[in-house]
């Protein structure tokens, strides 16, 4: 484009400059949101992403669920994603912004003797998990997904458009007391954000 | 910058489109590459990437290693990375391209009693085997890390710039035998590329 722009002078190139840096600075100081427009709409429903949140997302990290007593490796992998400027604020303020939106994946599993021992990896998917971050409490009279500061809802495998529950407090919560204190995360299990 | 290019032409625009044009249809022809540089020098030294792969680069997909016998869960987690530019190339062509990086990070787990059962989530870093697709074979003459299309390499968790392996075909190559016809991999594990 620069052949092209014969007229641009060294006073817009500082502009530019002086422009980056101020955006910058917004930044440094904690005000980082992310855009939690894939997932939820003006109304506060909550969807599973509409985005290839496996490539175009970052993952946090994996919980693999234990087999049953006497199985050997795991009969469930959860993959956690968000996007990029989430674990970029994290990382800065130690916090989950505004608009951060986690969506966890329930993957079945193949196990299976490989050359590096029993071995458990992805499978197809059952179903998601999506919290959305929202500190202002702005959807928490619209659908009973919203409370303590996020958006809860769970999705079948068959349909991530239209969550199947109906109260975060009864379906949602009672699983992340124990994180209760760290914002309802379990960030212990995201190595990306230590 | 547009208010800054009050020279540029339609026949400018033009121009710039039909290159935009003639460079999607270059990528769709498989010749795309990735950047290796992070991990490889000019001499074909190999190293753990020196970027933070959990951020900038793309989770391929975790590997869950089941306990021993008698044990619940899993003893350990490799996850893979690679870069954003090997996944497109990938779902565009069913290969992997030349400077295609992938880092396997090799985790310790935490096994405990959550809300969801018993769990294994990623602990501390281990180790790490790197490997690098270059199908010139310009390597091959250097030291003994190159064959097969591919730079392997492991280094443990105390140096991450220098691998401790020298050959590997005695190394390294065991372990993969089973995927040779898939280019050496076990893309089976990585969801973002079905």
């Known amino acids: 484009m620069l052949t092209a722009c014969r007229q641009v002078s060294p006073t817009t190139l500082i502009a530019i ?3 980056s840096i101020f955006l910058s600075a917004t930044i440094g100081q904690g005000q980082t949101a992310a855009d939690p427009s894939s997932s939820v709409d003006q109304a506060g429903n909550i969807r599973v992403p509409d985005v290839n949140y496996r490539k175009e997302w970052i ?3 994996t919980w693999a669920v234990a087999a049953d007593e006497g199985g050997l490796g795991s009969n469930g992998m959860h ?7 989430t674990i970029t604020a994290y990382l800065e303020t130690g ?3 505004d608009g951060a939106v986690l969506v966890k994946e329930l993957l079945g599993t193949e196990t299976a003797e490989m ?3 029993t071995i458990s990896r992805a499978g197809e998917v059952e179903g998601w ?3 959305v ?8 009279d619209t659908n009973g997904l919203w409370g303590e500061g996020w958006g809860w809802a769970y999705f079948g495998a068959d349909n991530s458009a239209e969550t199947t529950t109906t109260d975060y407090e009864s379906e949602c919560l009672g699983c992340h007391v124990p994180a209760q204190d760290n914002d309802w ?3 212990e299990g995201y190595p990306v954000l230590r």
């Open 115 to 117: 050359t590096t021992g």
């Open 79 to 85: 993959v956690v994603y968000t996007q990029e400027e």
């Open 95 to 97: 916090k989950f912004p």
């Open 129 to 131: 998990f999506v919290m």
């Open 17 to 19: 400059g002086i422009t």
């Open 185 to 187: 995360i379990y960030t």
């Open 133 to 140: 971050k929202d500190s202002t409490g702005k959807f928490e």
């Open 59 to 61: 993952a946090l990290g």
